[in-house]
């Protein structure tokens, strides 16, 4: 049996630790008791930790399943149906329920919430991803919960994630999460499915993306979820790509959270190889097709490669090319030589009307107010040195 680790329990445990942005998965099966109904006592408790761990200074996103098993309870079906717009249907419904749950018990314990439906498309397409990815980490600062679902309404099969743990994982890697907390009805991952084979054993701690760990996990084991273990598994693996590390835990251990907050090493943890800042670096650079360019002074030149500074516009002195928001672009110093890449705020159109210029001067020009840089430091990766 591999468990292949790099890492032990202990070692896992401090990284939720010392884990500042968290991003925790529900279930289905568990929001909603196995289909019953949304457990009022169950959302009340993760939402009593989720406030703690704000109140403690660290950034948590909530991303809840559940939509579709309440909005068949609320409509009076008894089984889940195939058609996909009866499906979308029962969602819309349910989310209303689910989301008000939330926004109750937080702001209860004196955290403000938010929801926020994504699509997958949502994040594939490099504008949205930066739009989305600016929203949730404004969101984090002012201290709210975000409360994330999937746009249920708008997708089709093809496109759809079909299971939330999927969304977790893009969430964790849109936000660059230190931790993914899938919470479900197993206390973690077994060597095979518990509820089809008695002798099944725990496992504490493996690598993230070990692909023995695929054999191990089987469909969903209830009617109410979807993905199963096999979907947890495939997320701690994409989780991984931006350096997460997720822990599968049961949701109704007391306290779950909070003790896997103070290092107590619960469920399985799934630890990443890569650290976040280099998994940021590669992913950044794996987009090769550079869009375009911006030449920058020597001033802005130096702050980015020896300060680690992010690009403002005022530091720019030309553009080239034609790219949009969330393309990659080159950054350039006035003799030719690149200094970095990254991912560009604004599109080439933009940029141009913003050379040289303060941000104060931003809404003026472009007629509405966004981020102050050309490309952030966490968006930029330096070319040499
Ligand atoms: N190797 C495994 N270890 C633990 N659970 C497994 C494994 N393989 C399959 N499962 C099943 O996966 C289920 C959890 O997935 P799912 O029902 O989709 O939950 P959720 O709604 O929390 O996403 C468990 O109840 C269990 O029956
Ligand atoms: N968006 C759907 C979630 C799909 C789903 O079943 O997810 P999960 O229970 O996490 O496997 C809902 O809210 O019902």
């Known amino acids: 049996m591999s468990q292949v680790i790099d890492s032990t329990a202990s070692e896992a445990a401090d990284l939720v630790r010392h884990a500042r942005r968290i991003v925790v998965k529900v279930g289905s099966s568990l929001v909603t008791n196995e289909g019953r109904g949304l457990d009022e006592g169950a959302i009340g408790h993760w939402s009593q930790q989720l406030a703690a761990l704000v109140q403690q200074g660290r950034e948590l ?10 909005g068949m309870k609320r409509l009076g079906w008894s089984r889940r149906p195939h058609e996909i717009n009866e499906l979308q249907a029962a969602a819309a419904v349910g989310q209303m329920g689910l989301v008000q749950m939330y926004e109750t018990q937080l702001r209860a314990c004196g955290v403000g919430s ?3 439906l994504l699509t997958h498309a949502d994040l594939a397409d490099r504008e949205r991803y930066l739009n989305a990815r600016s929203t949730l980490l404004t969101l984090l600062q002012l201290g709210v919960v975000p409360v994330i679902n999937e746009n249920d309404t708008v997708v089709n099969d093809e496109i759809k994630f079909g299971d939330n743990d999927t969304l977790g994982a893009l969430v964790a890697n849109l ?31 493996a690598r993230a993306g070990d692909p023995a760990l695929e054999a191990m996990a089987g469909g969903a084991g209830s009617g109410i979820g979807k993905g199963g273990m096999i979907t947890k598994i495939l997320a701690a693996k994409r989780a991984a790509a931006s350096g997460a590390s997720t822990v599968i835990a049961w949701g109704r251990e007391p306290d779950v959270l909070l003790r896997l907050c103070a290092g107590e090493a619960i469920g399985t943890a799934l630890v990443a190889q890569t650290a976040k800042h280099q998994a940021r670096k590669r992913w ?32 720019m002195t030309a553009v080239e090319g034609d790219f949009s928001r969330g393309d990659v672009i080159a950054v350039r110093d006035a003799r030719g030589q690149e200094v970095a890449r990254g991912l560009a705020n604004y599109a ?26 050309m490309i952030h430091r966490d968006n930029l990766v330096l070319s040499r040195g």
Do not use: N, W
């Not at 999460?177 to 002798?199: F, H, M, N, S």
């Not at 141009?352 to 102050?372: H, I, Q, V």
């Open 61 to 70: 996103i909530m991303v809840s399943s559940g939509a579709i098993a309440e």
């Open 114 to 116: 938010a929801q926020v």
């Open 175 to 205: 936000v660059e999460a230190d931790v993914l907390v899938i919470l479900t009805d197993q206390k973690g991952l077994y060597t095979a499915d518990p509820r089809r084979d008695p002798e099944a054993r725990f496992v504490h701690v």
């Open 348 to 373: 080439s159109s933009e940029a141009r009307l913003l050379c040289r210029k303060s941000s104060a001067d931003f809404e003026r020009l472009l007629g509405y107010a966004a981020e102050p840089e």
């Open 284 to 315: 950044i650079s794996d987009h090769l097709q550079l869009r375009g360019a911006v030449v920058v002074d020597d001033g802005a030149a130096a702050k980015i490669a020896r300060e680690g500074k992010s690009l403002l516009p005022i530091g």
